[in-house]
């Protein structure tokens, strides 16, 4: 005999642009793609084939663009929680709603020497993501984040004393480039509902603000012994700085470049402090991870 264990669907890629037109004459654009999963009292359409509890993900979606045109989209904390709230409100066989809301970078262009009314730009890849899921009678979860912040510093970061045995070639290095693309995320402390949602939201654009600063301040300044060591330092600031995230969690893949040994050719030094041509790789890399929490939480390491 089979058993289901566990189920939910919903409506992926769901590309959203809203203009907001200002009294000033200005406009300004949001561009999300966004993500609704939900769970529920769903399993016959599994395992009996009756479909009488399923909420299309057509439906799913139309409600997403009509929410988008009722309700504010910015911050996408508030979006998201609006939407959970909206599924679990609206059908009472929902009992969780998974929503995940994708911001895509905009710019607004500077032109003759000031900011441009109604132009903007993409300059970066750098996404704003947010997670909300609402539970039935338990509130909503929020996960804040920036992915795909791409960064660079040409000195300024250390590796070495690291363990060293058999299988090890790689040397210490006291002076490197340090590369790395951002993905940064800040879970929040539960909120209970939708309407404290509301009565926190001026909280979630400073905070993001909050973390891309100290993120970029923090790799900039320090000089790095490690990526593990500046990580921690990142996260431990954004705690700092945000009274209601529980916990910080960094994850940073290194994009090495290695010098190229021109010695071949005439002798021509390009290695330690001579390098200067060096060789972009793409795999493989090493990848950083960690969770920052506030004292008192359990550990997992």
């Known amino acids: 005999m089979a058993s289901l264990n566990y189920a939910r669907y919903g409506k992926d890629n769901i590309r959203v642009y809203k203009v907001q037109r200002n009294p000033d004459n200005t406009q300004d654009v949001t561009e999300m793609t966004v993500c609704t999963l939900l769970e529920g009292d769903i399993a016959e359409s599994w395992t009996k084939s009756d479909n009488k509890n399923i909420v299309a993900t057509d439906t799913q ?5 009509v929410t988008a045109k009722l309700h504010p989209v910015n911050p996408p904390e508030l979006f998201a929680s609006i939407l959970a709230d909206h599924f679990l409100t609206q059908y009472n066989h929902i ?33 704003r ?35 060293r045995d058999e299988y090890t070639r ?67 600031q954004i705690l700092a700085a945000v009274p209601r995230v529980e916990d910080v969690e960094y994850s940073l893949p290194n994009k ?17 402090e001579d390098a200067e041509v060096y060789a ?18 359990s550990p997992k390491l």
């Open 129 to 163: 993501v947010v997670e909300a899921v609402g539970r039935r009678n338990q509130g909503i979860s929020i996960r804040s984040s920036i992915k795909g912040l791409l960064v660079l510093k040409s000195t300024g970061s250390q590796f070495w004393g690291f363990h």
């Open 280 to 297: 972009p790789q793409s795999d493989p890399n090493g990848l950083i991870q960690c969770t920052v929490s506030r004292k008192g939480a």
């Open 61 to 65: 979606k139309q409600t997403v663009y």
């Open 170 to 236: 790689l040397p210490e290095v006291w002076d490197r480039i340090l590369s790395t693309e951002v993905e940064a995320g800040w879970n929040w402390r539960r909120f209970s509902g939708l309407d404290e949602v509301k009565k926190e939201v001026a909280a979630f654009e400073p905070a993001a603000e909050a973390a891309k600063k100290i993120t970029l301040e923090t790799f900039a300044k320090e000089n790095s012994p490690s990526v593990q060591n500046t990580m921690y330092l990142m996260a431990e």
């Open 95 to 127: 009992h969780v709603a998974h929503i995940t809301v994708t911001v895509h970078k905009w710019t607004r262009m500077q032109v003759d020497g000031k900011p441009h009314p109604h132009s903007f730009l993409r300059d970066g890849e750098e996404k």
């Open 256 to 272: 090495h470049y290695f010098e190229v040994d021109m010695s071949w050719f005439k002798g021509l030094k390009n290695t330690g």
